[in-house]
């Protein structure tokens, strides 16, 4: 049996319809100067990835789940520039979301977030993207519950940092 | 219920990223073709360096079974080499085939680290003694087919002989296996620090490193001084 070619045409357009997905995870896990390359690795192992995308689960959430492999994996087989721990307080200033857009609270949160340790930052990347608690579960291969307990933390956290009251419900 | 507001102003963002950043359909493109390039080479380098070793051990070997037809020690000898080399090419080619495979990004998180640490415990473990022992039957094969006396082949000192053999053998598997430690340490770290959602385990792996630094420079002079020893009794 012939192994079935990818159509590559397709490939590129579903790529470039969520090609938002790309831009954020650059911007949440890669340095400035990396970003560009993480950009292309990423693309890359989508591709390399796509014959084994078998159409049961959305497009969306399987690139979801490679540019966060490729992110978090990538960067640290390639010894690409993360964010550390012990960086984290001294980086402030570096943050690009936070230059270009000091006054607002969104460029604060993109600076909080780009701080958290990877499994958070994961975590609340895909519940900010609106995935459910079984997608987020599905990609990083954590329990729901864990990822229930998780948010939760991870959000106060936010909400204080960012002065954000509770929401109502 | 009210949207949360963290959501309100993640998609805030999200409208800005977009105004700055341009990537069209042929860049995509573009950017398959350069990767796929990049990647196929690191590949296509390690798979050609292993296979190279193992060819020119099956050629030397071959040329040495010939050399030594009629001493049947040496025959049995040249065939058990043979056979080992043979096994190493074929668990090397499957090494390099579930290589690609836990590379393969789209697994969960959790999954791709499990099973990347599986290849790093267990089958690449293998493949590192079996690259050792490769090298050491390219270098033994290389002797036996200069030092060919009417097939037979002498060894002044076996006691020498056996030392260095297995001190060749030593060093490349040394080498190896302390160039793969620390990538495999920082990915044990890795996955803990997912299981527990905290960075303090590379983070000490990280120190570790830096601590540990100055013996790599020792080591490096040492083997630089003790090479350029033996280049010197040699030229005397």
Known sequence: ?169 | MKKDELIHMWQEGNDRMYRDEKTDRDMITQYLGEKTLKGNRSINFNLVFYGAVQVANIIMLSMNLAGYLNNPAMIWILISQLAITIGALVFGMDVFYKFREINNYSDTLQNLIRKQLWFYRRPYEVWLVLASVSAIILMTNVNLYIDNDNGSYVINNKVMYVGVTLGALLIIYGTQKATSLLGLRRLKGYLADLQQGALDQSERLERSKRRHRWLWVVLFLLLTASLIFGILTAVK
């Open chain 1, 1 to 169: 049996m012939s192994k079935q070619v990818p159509d590559k045409a397709y490939f590129v357009e579903m790529v470039y319809t969520h090609m938002g997905i790309i831009y954020k995870i650059c911007n949440l896990y890669a340095a400035e100067e990396d970003r560009d390359d993480l950009k292309q690795e990423i693309v890359y192992q989508l591709w390399k990835s796509y014959p084994t995308y078998r159409g049961d689960s959305k497009f969306q959430s399987w690139m979801y789940r490679v540019a966060l492999n490729t992110a978090m994996l990538g960067l640290r087989a390639r010894k690409m520039k993360y964010t550390r721990l012990s960086d984290q307080e001294l980086t402030i200033s570096e943050d690009p979301y936070e230059t270009l857009d000091n006054d607002t609270r969104v460029g604060q949160l993109y600076g909080r977030i780009s701080k958290l340790k990877d499994l958070d930052k994961t975590i609340i990347f895909l519940y900010l993207e609106q995935c459910s608690y079984d997608e987020i579960a599905e990609i990083t291969g954590i329990s729901i519950k864990n990822v229930s307990v998780r948010l939760v933390r991870i959000r106060e956290k936010l909400r204080a940092r960012l002065h954000i009251q509770n929401p109502v419900s």
